[in-house]
C-alpha cells in the first residue's frame, strides 16, 4: 500500500519529463520482454502499444496526484488503481487507432491484448510506487533538513545569549578590578596610570561593539586580546611577557567573538600570575588544510597545579561544538618544561574583504 503524503508537491516541468523519459524505458523494456517471450508480433507494433498504454498511465496517474484532495489513503490508493487501470485500457485503444493510421495490417487477438494490459498495469503500478516513494523520500528529507536547521537556529540563539550574559558577567568584575589598580597607581605612577586606563577604553569599546555582533573577525579578537594582556601588563610588570603573531591576511578572515580571549584570561590568571617568576604568552595563526589553526601558548605553572585552568576551556568546547559541529576543535597540550598550549582548529571561511563584514554590521546597526 502507498504511504501518501497529504499534500503531494506539483511537479516541476523538468520533473514531468524526468519522469516521462524513464516510463519510456520501462515501456521499452516491457515490448522487448513480451517479444522475448513469444508473442509473435513484429517489435515496432509491440512497442508502439507499450509506449501508447504506459505513457497513458504514467499522465493520467500524474494528473490524479495534483487533483486528488482528500487525505484518506485508501481513497487515494482506490483513485489511483482505477486510474491506471483507466489509462491501460485508453491507451491499448490509442495504440490500436495509431496502429491502424499508419496502414499496417494489424490483427490484435484478444489474448495479446489482455496479456499486454495486465503486464502494463503490472509495470504502471511498479513505476507509480517508484516515482511517488522517490518524492516521497525527498519532501521527508526536505522536512528533516528544514528541522534541523530551526534545532541549530535556536542552538545558535542560544549560544549568542549564554555569550552575551557571559560578557556581562565578565566585564563589571574586570572593569572593577581594573579601575582599582587605576586609583592604586594614580599617585604612585600616574603615567601607567593613564595607559591602563586607555588600555581599558579600548578594550571595552572593543568589547561592546563585538557584544552587538553574532561574528566578528580574527583580527579584532587579537585587539581585544592586545587591549585586555596590556592591562595586565601595567598590573605585573616584567613578570607577563607577550607576542601576537598573527598576519595581516589571516586578520580578516571571520571568527566567533570571545572564542579566544577565555582562553588567553586562563593563560594569564591560572598559568603566569600563579608563578613566582611570571611567563610569556605567545598568540600565533596559521592556516592549514584548510582550516584556520590557533595557538595559545604559555609557560605558566600548566595544569597540574592548577585544576580550575580547564573550566574557561570547557566553556569554549561547547561553544565550538555549537557553532561548528564536529568541524571544530580545541586541543590542550603540556608545554615543557612548563606551561600549556591550547590549540582552536575551525573552517576556513574565505571572505572577500573586511569592507563586507562591515557592510553587513552597519546594516544590522
Same mark, same amino acid.
Given at each position: 500500500?502507498?504511504?501518501?503524503?497529504?499534500?503531494?508537491?506539483?511537479?516541476?516541468?523538468?520533473?514531468?519529463?524526468?519522469?516521462?523519459?524513464?516510463?519510456?524505458?520501462?515501456?521499452?523494456?516491457?515490448?522487448?520482454?513480451?517479444?522475448?517471450?513469444?508473442?509473435?508480433?513484429?517489435?515496432?507494433?509491440?512497442?508502439?502499444?507499450?509506449?501508447?498504454?504506459?505513457?497513458?498511465?504514467?499522465?493520467?496517474?500524474?494528473?490524479?496526484?495534483?487533483?486528488?484532495?482528500?487525505?484518506?489513503?485508501?481513497?487515494?490508493?482506490?483513485?489511483?488503481?482505477?486510474?491506471?487501470?483507466?489509462?491501460?485500457?485508453?491507451?491499448?485503444?490509442?495504440?490500436?487507432?495509431?496502429?491502424?493510421?499508419?496502414?499496417?495490417?494489424?490483427?490484435?487477438?484478444?489474448?495479446?491484448?489482455?496479456? $499486454? #494490459?495486465?503486464?502494463? +498495469?503490472?509495470? @504502471? %503500478?511498479?513505476?507509480?510506487?517508484?516515482?511517488?516513494?522517490?518524492?516521497?523520500? *525527498? !519532501?521527508?528529507?526536505?522536512?528533516?533538513?528544514?528541522?534541523?536547521?530551526?534545532?541549530?537556529?535556536?542552538?545558535?540563539?542560544?549560544?549568542?545569549?549564554?555569550?552575551?550574559?557571559?560578557?556581562?558577567?565578565?566585564?563589571?568584575?574586570?572593569?572593577?578590578?581594573?579601575?582599582?589598580?587605576?586609583?592604586?597607581?594614580?599617585?604612585?605612577?600616574?603615567?601607567?596610570?593613564?595607559?591602563?586606563?586607555?588600555?581599558?577604553?579600548?578594550?571595552?569599546?572593543?568589547?561592546?561593539?563585538?557584544?552587538?555582533?553574532?561574528?566578528?573577525?580574527?583580527?579584532?579578537?587579537?585587539?581585544?586580546?592586545?587591549?585586555?594582556?596590556?592591562?595586565?601588563?601595567?598590573?605585573?610588570?616584567?613578570?607577563?611577557?607577550?607576542?601576537?603573531?598573527?598576519?595581516?591576511?589571516?586578520?580578516?578572515?571571520?571568527?566567533?567573538?570571545?572564542?579566544?580571549?577565555? $582562553? #588567553?584570561?586562563?593563560? +594569564?590568571?591560572? @598559568? %603566569?600570575?600563579?608563578?613566582?617568576?611570571?611567563?610569556?604568552?605567545?598568540?600565533? *595563526? !596559521?592556516?592549514?588544510?584548510?582550516?584556520?589553526?590557533?595557538?595559545?601558548?604559555?609557560?605558566?605553572?600548566?595544569?597540574?597545579?592548577?585544576?580550575?585552568?580547564?573550566?574557561?576551556?570547557?566553556?569554549?568546547?561547547?561553544?565550538?561544538?555549537?557553532?561548528?559541529?564536529?568541524?571544530?576543535?580545541?586541543?590542550?597540550?603540556?608545554?615543557?618544561?612548563?606551561?600549556?598550549?591550547?590549540?582552536?582548529?575551525?573552517?576556513?571561511?574565505?571572505?572577500?574583504?573586511?569592507?563586507?563584514?562591515?557592510?553587513?554590521?552597519?546594516?544590522?546597526?
Amino acid at each position: 500500500m502507498f504511504d501518501f503524503p497529504d499534500h503531494p508537491q506539483k511537479a516541476s516541468p523538468g520533473k514531468i519529463v524526468q519522469i516521462l523519459l524513464v516510463t519510456a524505458g520501462f515501456n521499452t523494456a516491457i515490448a522487448a520482454m513480451l517479444v522475448f517471450v513469444g508473442f509473435g508480433k513484429p517489435f515496432w507494433q509491440t512497442l508502439l502499444f507499450s509506449q501508447s498504454i504506459g505513457l497513458t498511465i504514467c499522465t493520467c496517474v500524474v494528473i490524479a496526484l495534483h487533483i486528488i484532495k482528500t487525505s484518506a489513503v485508501w481513497v487515494r490508493a482506490a483513485v489511483l488503481g482505477f486510474v491506471i487501470l483507466a489509462g491501460a485500457i485508453l491507451g491499448t485503444g490509442i495504440g490500436t487507432v495509431l496502429l491502424r493510421l499508419s496502414g499496417d495490417a494489424f490483427s490484435a487477438t484478444r489474448g495479446f491484448l489482455v496479456q $499486454i #494490459v495486465v503486464i502494463s +498495469v503490472i509495470f @504502471g %503500478i511498479t513505476i507509480t510506487y517508484f516515482f511517488f516513494a522517490r518524492e516521497q523520500l *525527498a !519532501a521527508s528529507g526536505q522536512l528533516i533538513q528544514e528541522e534541523r536547521i530551526k534545532r541549530l537556529s535556536g542552538e545558535k540563539q542560544v549560544l549568542e545569549s549564554d555569550l552575551k550574559r557571559l560578557q556581562a558577567q565578565i566585564e563589571p568584575h574586570f572593569l572593577f578590578n581594573t579601575l582599582s589598580n587605576v586609583v592604586g597607581l594614580m599617585d604612585a605612577d600616574s603615567a601607567k596610570a593613564k595607559s591602563m586606563l586607555l588600555d581599558l577604553i579600548h578594550y571595552l569599546r572593543t568589547t561592546l561593539g563585538r557584544t552587538r555582533d553574532s561574528t566578528g573577525t580574527l583580527g579584532e579578537e587579537a585587539e581585544l586580546i592586545k587591549a585586555y594582556l596590556n592591562i595586565f601588563k601595567i598590573r605585573m610588570g616584567d613578570r607577563l611577557g607577550f607576542t601576537i603573531d598573527i598576519a595581516d591576511a589571516l586578520r580578516e578572515h571571520p571568527l566567533a567573538p570571545m572564542l579566544l580571549q577565555p $582562553i #588567553v584570561e586562563n593563560a +594569564v590568571l591560572h @598559568g %603566569i600570575e600563579p608563578k613566582i617568576e611570571g611567563g610569556e604568552i605567545l598568540v600565533r *595563526a !596559521a592556516v592549514h588544510a584548510r582550516r584556520l589553526v590557533i595557538d595559545i601558548s604559555d609557560s605558566g605553572v600548566g595544569f597540574a597545579q592548577n585544576a580550575q585552568a580547564g573550566v574557561g576551556l570547557a566553556n569554549v568546547q561547547e561553544r565550538l561544538a555549537g557553532l561548528f559541529g564536529g568541524d571544530g576543535r580545541l586541543l590542550v597540550k603540556e608545554n615543557q618544561p612548563s606551561g600549556v598550549t591550547v590549540t582552536i582548529e575551525v573552517p576556513l571561511e574565505e571572505f572577500d574583504s573586511k569592507e563586507k563584514h562591515n557592510e553587513e554590521r552597519n546594516e544590522s546597526a
